[in-house]
């Protein structure tokens, strides 16, 4: 009953509406059932309820299509098919005779692309249909000529599993009985002009170890309540010190071929270890799948998938829960910026340029030699706005650091004259990336009012971190790239010269309460030839390390959030490398013990005083005492909180210790230096304050004073006892 052209499409994978031709169908008032089951040496349906053959099917030719109608039955009914594969026969459900896995309202949410789960719709869904069990599968690849799930239960068959096209959104979705957790699978896609493509799930939960780049079915992780106490932890008014770190060289295990430790390994080992240190939060590296670890997680290919490199989606969940249990906020590096062009991603996912701009101008990123999503079509802005929420309901982490933000801006970024094309009213920003970040910001808020979201924009772009009604992007926090490269500048210089770009220090406080700033000493710092923070400090062994203690006691004291990447709180040596370990090893030297010990204080004494954290992104909180002592390279500011206290901090940025200086209190009375750089347990020279008392000698503008003893390339803090 069927003509040749069908069967040929059929048995070519050819058929673009398969629904039509297989299962069940009433034809001529008889009901007829068709399967194709090019292996199957005979075909028998089976009702379901009795569990009685009903009819064998015939075979029509050598395609591989089983057909026949169906005696003394009018009315559709529950069957299944029992296949003789030769050597053994089965029964199995027919995917085919199941309905519609997606309902209208999600049809048209999706085609709206105002759907802002969609995650919880598309991709691969074990579930139960008419009491039989499965995986829903569903994908987005409306130019496509046909879609099918293949894998490891069909013999990577795309005619076996051909889907249903929704063509009110270009969804094509199928039902397929008995596909379980851990099963492989890809969607092959058949393009308009006849290629074929072998595309990974843009929506698995999880993925196969790379260098196999297939999905794998995986339930929807359960959401993660909101917690109170999470928002209060990841507040304007917390202490927040953030220890970035790369999972796969954090620490590895040698005895074992030199490998990477697991999330269940890091709950056990990276969390302690960073409670021990007084950090608040941890920061990944980019965690979504990955097919090359030089990139370091920068070019994912599955959001929505935790790399497999660490172990599963269930032991990433067991990671945040262990650091929340611990009191530490987890933030990940998150690339919303560009995506590789690896055959299995999203690259012309349909044979066209559905993710990524088709004009190279806007869709191609010359830094990286990635594409760039095409943030203006809303099916692609709802896809990477689900996937933060995503992140942040299914898993509990605490943020997203949101990776080259400043790449997103701007149309012309890293582009030469006539390499890109102006907005639609001829400026250079890229007003449907801006309208994604406010959108991304929004749901966010909005859904989960305890979560952050963290910049990395490293131009003057106005407002990144303000709200969205006042005209903000709408980020919690923006790394401050300039404090970064202005006081490394100052650090690299030979202290006898630093009189002369005293500014360097300076002039960070001229913007400092423009956005709500992290101060960053990030990964971006210590590879490609740049060295370690330490190698950058002039001078011979304990000067290095001496400017170094300084140079982070100052960051302490300085407003905002701080970062260090990992190896940077022990000074190590040598810059990071990505495919080793960090040096452990250094830590049984007295200078690399000591600068360990002292972030470790200045963690503390920042948890500890709310004057140096409580009003980081609000001017009330800093005061400059004296900015201007270029010729001695002398800092001294004091920090403050709304209840009163104060701190004061001190930096030398010479080697020349200064007995008798004076600078101007901010109140009479008695203080405290709670924390010194050039105190003997971090290895330096032991001049100390202990506690000193005003004297009524005016200075810098004030009635009062303090006498102080610097030590040399040091940082001194000092608490007003009340």
């Known amino acids: 009953m069927l003509d040749n052209e069908t069967i040929a499409a059929l048995a070519n994978g050819d058929h673009d509406d398969p629904f039509a031709v297989l299962g069940m169908h009433q034809v001529d008032g008889k009901l007829v ?35 026949g109608i169906l ?51 598309l991709g691969a869904h074990p579930a139960e249909m008419d009491d039989v069990a499965g995986t829903s599968f569903a994908v987005w690849a409306p130019n496509a ?27 094509w979705e199928i039902f397929i009985p008995h596909v379980a957790p851990g099963d492989l699978y890809k969607f092959e896609i058949k393009t308009r002009d006849g290629a074929l493509l072998m595309k990974a799930d843009p929506f698995a939960f999880r993925a196969e170890m790379r260098p196999s780049t297939a999905s794998v079915v995986h339930g929807l992780p359960p959401v993660r309540d909101g917690d109170p106490a999470r928002r ?44 021990d240190m007084g950090f608040t939060h941890i920061e990944l590296l980019p965690i979504s799948e990955h097919p090359f670890d030089g990139s370091w997680g920068y070019q994912p290919t599955g959001l929505y998938a935790p790399t497999s490199r660490f172990g599963t989606p269930d032991d990433f969940r067991h990671f945040v829960d262990v650091a929340h249990a611990n009191g530490i906020g987890v933030i990940v590096d998150w690339v919303p910026a560009h995506f590789p062009a690896d055959s299995h991603g999203l690259a012309r996912f349909d044979g066209t340029c559905l993710y990524e701009h088709e004009d190279p101008r806007e869709g191609f990123h010359q830094d990286w030699n990635t594409l760039i999503y095409n943030y203006g079509r ?29 790449s997103m801006l701007y149309r012309d970024y890293s582009r030469a004259e006539g390499e890109w094309i102006p907005n639609r009213f001829g400026g250079r920003e890229n007003l449907e990336a801006i ?34 009604e006042m005209g903000g992007l709408g980020f919690h926090y923006k790394w401050n790239m300039g404090w970064m490269n202005d006081t490394l500048t100052y650090m690299r210089e030979d202290p006898v010269h630093r009189k002369y770009h005293h500014d360097k220090l300076t002039f960070g406080m001229l913007y400092a309460f423009s956005e709500n700033f992290v101060l960053p000493l990030s990964h971006d710092e210590v590879v490609h030839g740049k060295g370690s923070i330490l190698s950058r400090m002039p001078g011979d062994e304990w000067q290095r390390f001496a400017n170094l203690r300084a140079y982070y006691g100052f960051m302490w004291g300085h407003p905002g959030g701080k970062l260090l990447f990992m190896g940077n709180e022990f000074a190590q040596s040598a810059e990071w490398n990505a495919n080793a370990s960090l040096d452990w090893h250094q830590l049984q030297y007295a200078p690399h013990e000591g600068v360990q010990r002292l972030v470790r204080d200045l963690n503390a004494t920042l948890r500890r005083e709310p004057a140096l954290h409580a009003l980081n992104f609000d001017s009330r909180g800093f005061e400059w005492i004296a900015a201007d002592d270029r010729d001695n390279s002398v800092f001294s500011f004091v920090r403050k909180a709304e209840d009163g206290s104060l701190v004061v901090v001190v930096c030398n940025f010479t080697p020349v210790p200064r007995h008798d200086y004076r600078i101007g209190a901010p109140r009479a009375g008695r203080y405290r230096e709670i924390l010194n750089t050039d105190a003997p347990c971090y290895g330096g020279s032991g001049i100390a304050n202990g506690e000193l008392q005003t004297e009524a000698v005016a200075a810098h503008g004030r009635d009062c004073s303090l006498n102080l003893a610097l030590p040399p390339l040091a940082t001194v803090m000092l608490k007003l006892e009340e």
Request: net charge neutral; charged share 30%.
């Open 145 to 171: 000529k046909r879609v099918s799930v293949v894998g490891n239960f069909n013999n990577w068959d795309g005619r076996r599993h051909m889907m249903r096209l929704r063509r009110e959104c270009g969804v």
């Open 232 to 275: 209060r932890a990841n507040g304007l008014a917390a202490p927040m010190t953030i220890y970035e770190v790369h999972p796969g060289s954090w620490r590895r295990v040698p005895e074992d071929d030199d490998r990477w430790l697991t999330y269940r390994e890091l709950a056990d080992e990276l969390i302690p270890y960073v409670k």
């Open 435 to 468: 309208d994604f970040l406010r959108q991304m910001n929004q749901v966010v808020c909005a859904a989960r009012p305890e979560a952050i979201t963290m910049a990395e924009e490293s131009t003057s772009f106005p407002n990144v971190s303000r709200p969205l």
């Open 378 to 406: 809303s099916e692609v802005a709802n896809y990477l706005t689900g996937n933060a929420l995503f992140w942040i309901e299914r898993y509990g982490i605490d943020g997203l650091r949101v990776d080259a933000v400043a």
């Open 71 to 121: 005696p003394r039955r009018r009315h559709r009914f529950a069957y299944r098919l029992r296949v003789d594969w030769g050597p053994h026969e089965q029964d199995i459900e027919d995917c085919y005779r199941f309905p519609p896995v997606l309902g209208e309202m999600d049809v048209w949410l999706l085609a709206e692309g105002t759907h802002h789960r969609p995650y919880e719709k």
């Open 33 to 67: 059932v068709r399967a194709f089951l090019p292996d199957a040496v005979s075909v028998a349906v089976v009702d379901r309820a009795s569990d009685r053959r009903v009819a064998t099917l015939e075979r029509i030719g050598d395609s591989g299509l089983f057909a």
